[in-house]
């Protein structure tokens, strides 16, 4: 491997050189934190020899580089030139905008205009929108995340760029006749620091060794994420035939599918449990060894289609309204509730699950059946009872989602599903364990953290008695029998007062009118108005923090015997 590097600054290298940034880099991602740091290190703190880094390139032609490391930068760069440049213009100084351009867009030696920077994964917005001088954009053109990037930055920096020629006008000691000029000699010194920016230059023959260069190199501002180290790979590994970059197409297929969706949900950890729910359990930082020794180039096309197609299971299972029918409401149901639980630990077996589902090797009754085990498990193990995993649970996971991966046939999967269910089942903590643990289920105003869980876990009470209310579900609220005011007088504490005993679903008008209320009128005015009771509250007189422990003891019993037993 040949390497050159040189010391040089920016302005020379836009004037002598054209960059290309080739597929396998990730897309322009820097934020306002990147760009404010740029400013204010480049403008407000600039010194003669400010020092950006190194750059990192391979020689496609004479005068023609593709960019390995530093594309955030030069690309800041680029659209910060422009900017200037088109303050320039609006100045009256063609020459200095036209002067500043040409570091953005020239002739080459075919005496054809030809930008400096030339990018794949933002054409053509790039080139229309922000390049592109004294013209208006021709194309309408698709905003995804990168261009959401790109708008940013610029209107970033026409800000920060605009505020230093306006505060020109705001001087009010500035006479009008000289106010143009000084905003010229502005933007000149503006223009100057940017150009006169020091960064070592280092070169490499060829693109094969920029591939494997490129592992190893951060970019200034963000690193390397497991996403931009696998995309290389298959950048590598999958070379373009004739016009169509299908890799290109199918890696953003599976990124907007991901980047899209209305859950938080990341592509580094979609690659991670895509992983571990195929081949093996692997920690993340350990990963990307993995993928690279295991994914050959015979292999590479085969894996990016499985990236493609898993890409949609992972965030079904993360969005109940993805790719679910209204005819499967019980599965979106049941990935809704793991996703409530705050849990990562299952998503290899449901991912696995629901891949076997759309593959046709198990049927729909199946797939609810077991990832209802699934949500019964953890509401038990891990919403009530905080139990911890020594790392067992995470392994059954990963185990049981290959092994499910790997069969073929229906009944194989069955008698797996079925193995899988009862060490579930046998895993689940005591109902002593529970009971505790239920009583110290809390929601009040003050402490409202599990709010969420609690309308879980009525409405799950409320579906397995038919409870019936005179209103719709989605308007009844969670509320308090013995009401909130109460804590802190005699022995009513925020416990027991926000204990799941003492809650019920109520709408707020009937709230209102219930507030003053004894609890004798409370229990004869909601039968009057068709609201269910629990047997319990039905047949208490009185009501008291006893009483509401007993009931939410009564409560577990039924949750664990009944509504989430396995």
Not at 18 to 46: A, G, K
Not at 164 to 172: F, L, Y
Not at 194 to 216: G, M, Q
């Amino acid at each position: 491997m040949k390497i050159e590097s040189k010391d040089t600054d920016v302005e020379s290298l836009l004037v002598g050189s054209y960059f290309h940034i080739p597929r396998f880099q990730r897309p322009y991602s820097w934020d306002d934190e990147n760009l404010n740091d740029f400013w204010d290190d480049v403008i407000v703190n600039q010194s003669d020899d400010y020092f950006i880094g190194s750059m990192v390139v391979y020689r496609k032609d004479k005068q023609q580089y593709g960019v390995v490391d530093g594309q955030q930068r030069l690309t800041t760069i680029t659209i910060l030139l422009c900017v200037i440049r088109d303050y320039f213009l609006r100045n009256g100084s063609q020459d200095l905008a036209e002067g500043v351009h040409q570091l953005v867009e020239r002739k080459d030696r075919s005496n054809k205009n030809e930008y400096v920077l030339k990018t794949e994964t933002s054409f053509p917005y790039f080139q229309e929108y922000i390049q592109k001088f004294n013209e208006d954009p021709e194309l309408n053109i698709d905003i995804q995340l990168e261009e959401r990037n790109l708008k940013n930055a610029h209107n970033r920096f026409n800000k920060l760029v605009g505020s230093v020629v306006n505060s020109i006008d705001q001087d009010a000691s500035i006479k009008p006749e000289y106010k143009i000029d000084l905003k010229v000699e502005k933007l000149v010194n503006l223009r100057d620091a940017v150009l006169n920016l020091n960064l070592i230059f280092i070169t490499l023959d060829n693109e094969d060794d920029a591939y494997l260069i490129f592992e190893t190199l951060n970019t200034r501002g963000k690193d390397l994420a497991l996403t931009d180290l696998v995309k290389n790979h298959f950048s590598k590994n999958l070379k373009t035939k004739g016009d169509v970059d299908h890799t290109k197409i199918k890696w953003s297929s599976m990124l907007d599918t991901i980047h899209n969706s209305s859950s938080d949900i990341s592509s580094d950890n979609f690659i991670y449990h895509f992983w571990s729910s195929r081949y093996e359990a692997v920690p993340l930082k350990k990963l990307f060894p993995k993928i690279k020794k295991d994914i050959s180039k015979s292999k590479a096309k085969d894996y990016l289609d499985a990236l493609v197609s898993d890409s949609k299971i992972y965030r079904s299972i993360h969005e109940e309204n993805f790719e679910w029918s209204k005819n499967e409401s019980d599965v979106s149901d049941s990935l809704y509730a793991l996703q409530l639980f705050k849990l990562s630990q299952p998503t290899p077996a449901t991912m696995s699950l629901v891949r076997s589902y759309k593959d046709k090797i198990i049927k729909y009754k199946k797939l609810r059946d077991t990832l209802s085990a699934i949500e019964k498990f953890h509401f038990v193990f891990t919403a009530i009872t905080s139990s911890r995993s020594s790392g067992g649970i995470s392994a059954m996971y990963s185990s049981f989602a290959i092994k499910l991966f790997n069969c073929s046939e229906s009944q194989a999967a069955s008698d797996l599903i079925s193995e899988f269910v009862t060490k579930l089942r046998d895993k689940r903590p005591s109902i002593d364990e529970f009971k505790v643990a239920f009583r110290e289920v809390v929601y009040t105003n003050k402490n409202s953290k599990q709010k969420n869980l609690v309308r879980y876990i009525l409405e799950k009470f409320s579906l397995h008695y038919s409870y019936k209310y005179p209103v719709d579900f989605d308007d009844l609220t969670i509320e308090h029998l013995c009401p909130q005011e109460k804590i802190g007088q005699g022995e009513w504490l925020e416990s027991s007062v926000g204990c799941l005993g003492n809650l019920f679903f109520l709408d707020q008008k009937m709230n209102g009118e219930l507030d003053a209320k004894s609890f004798a009128d409370k229990k004869k005015i909601l039968r009057e108005r068709g609201y269910s009771l629990s047997e319990f509250v039905a047949n208490s007189n009185s009501w008291t923090p006893d009483l509401i422990l007993k009931h939410a003891d009564k409560m577990a019993e039924v949750a664990y015997s009944e509504i989430w037993k396995i």
